[in-house]
């Protein structure tokens, strides 16, 4: 089988920070290894200073690790760095498209970065025509960046990270800062790369509920290491276990007789926890589906006249799922 991306004990260490102020050694990678199956959409989740993007630069030959080594597309990201560069494509969100040119038209932000990357003119015409197509960006070709939307942004730096036609993208949030309709439109995009043109794409991400919908597999970092490998059906089923919502009732006269109704009702698995104070009562409960069960028990409390200050879905931490996954603390 023909890999993407492997990753043998890889680890960079930085002279940084550390606990208390105190300058020290941070192993941001820490002995990672890693596979990636050519055509995967595969998603790497951590927490904040997980060691994400250390670990995509590396791959991306931005920086040298320390120790171990890595292949991205077959090839040795310490011997053939330039055969590495031109397998793969990379985009990251942090910056919020500013790694075009503002004060370019897509187009010609798109020629720059062809030109950059040794496409010859007339196939980058060809890709560039196609790619504003693809994209749905042809009628605005000619505008300046500056005047486009992030979602429209966002098109061009995909765009632009395809123009050399590699088999790899590397997406390092892509989402992070989007508003709701631009993120939905970049995932959507980022399956159409994967299934109808082939890509495979290793992408990060803070957020569970995207890489839960896109992903096949996904991995889990923290502090350096890659805590968790596995496929999205299991990751989907610790998910279901530990998600719950919470309820706040206030004026709650009648505390025995909510609890009652609420664990009557068939969606909810279990009352997970209950704390009554004054006439607040605060329920958390671990339900069958939480996009149905948020509307159904408001349905159900308000019928009985109960009246509910908040309720609300809790997503569970990746410190929840590393527990829960592997039993321990
Ligand atoms: N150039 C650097 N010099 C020193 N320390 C660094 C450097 N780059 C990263 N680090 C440290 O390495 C660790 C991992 O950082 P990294 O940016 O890879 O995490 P991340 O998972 O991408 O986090 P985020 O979700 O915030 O983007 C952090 O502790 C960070 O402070
Ligand atoms: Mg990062």
């Known amino acids: 089988m023909k890999y993407a991306v492997e990753a043998f004990n890889l680890t960079k260490a930085f002279k940084g920070e550390i606990d208390n102020g105190e300058r020290g050694v941070v192993k941001a990678v820490d002995q990672v290894n890693l596979k990636v199956r050519e055509g995967e959409l595969f998603g790497l989740l951590g927490p904040n200073g997980a060691g994400k993007t250390t670990l995509i630069k590396i791959l991306c030959t931005i920086i040298l690790p320390s120790e171990g080594t890595a292949k991205v597309n077959g090839y040795d990201v310490l011997e053939e760095?330039?055969?590495?560069?031109?397998?793969?494509?990379?985009?990251?969100?942090?910056?919020?498209g500013r790694s075009l040119y503002w004060r370019l038209s897509a187009e010609d932000n798109l020629r720059f970065y062809a030109y950059l990357?040794?496409?010859?003119?007339?196939?980058?015409?060809?890709?560039?025509?196609?790619?504003?197509?693809?994209?749905?960006?042809?009628?605005?070709?000619?505008?300046?960046?500056?005047?486009?939307?992030?979602?429209?942004?966002?098109?061009v730096m995909l765009a632009r990270a395809l123009l050399h036609n590699p088999p790899i993208l590397f997406m390092d949030?892509?989402?992070?800062?989007?508003?709701?309709?631009?993120?939905?439109?970049?995932?959507?995009?980022?399956k159409t790369l994967n299934t109808e043109l082939g890509k495979t794409i290793i992408f990060t991400s803070h957020n569970m509920f995207e890489v839960e919908q896109l992903c096949e597999r996904v991995?889990?970092?923290r502090s350096g290491k890659i805590i968790i490998d596995s496929s999205i059906t299991t990751l989907k089923d610790?998910?279901?276990?530990?998600?719950?919502?919470?309820?706040?009732i206030r004026d709650s006269k009648n505390p025995d007789e909510i609890i009652q109704r609420l664990s009557q009702m068939p969606m909810v698995i279990k009352i997970l926890e209950i704390r009554n104070r004054a006439d607040?009562?605060?329920?958390?409960?671990?339900?069958?589906?939480?996009?149905?069960a948020i509307p159904q028990i408001t349905e159900r409390l308000h019928s009985f006249g109960t009246k509910i200050?908040?309720?609300?879905?809790?997503?569970?931490?990746?410190?929840?799922?590393?527990v829960k996954l592997t039993g321990k603390e």
Do not use: C
């Not at 760095?81 to 919020?96: A, L, M, N, Y």
């Open 173 to 190: 949030e892509p989402t992070i800062g989007l508003d709701t309709l631009s993120s939905v439109e970049t995932r959507r995009l980022l």
């Open 117 to 155: 990357q040794n496409v010859p003119r007339d196939v980058a015409e060809k890709r560039i025509d196609a790619f504003l197509e693809f994209f749905d960006l042809m009628k605005d070709r000619r505008k300046l960046v500056k005047d486009y939307s992030t979602g429209m942004k966002v098109k």
């Open 219 to 221: 991995a889990i970092m």
């Open 309 to 322: 200050q908040s309720i609300r879905q809790v997503e569970p931490t990746f410190e929840d799922i590393f």
């Open 238 to 248: 610790t998910l279901r276990d530990i998600r719950a919502i919470e309820v706040d």
């Open 280 to 292: 607040n009562l605060f329920v958390r409960l671990q339900v069958e589906d939480e996009y149905e």
């Open 81 to 96: 760095s330039e055969k590495v560069r031109s397998s793969f494509g990379w985009f990251h969100g942090e910056t919020g």
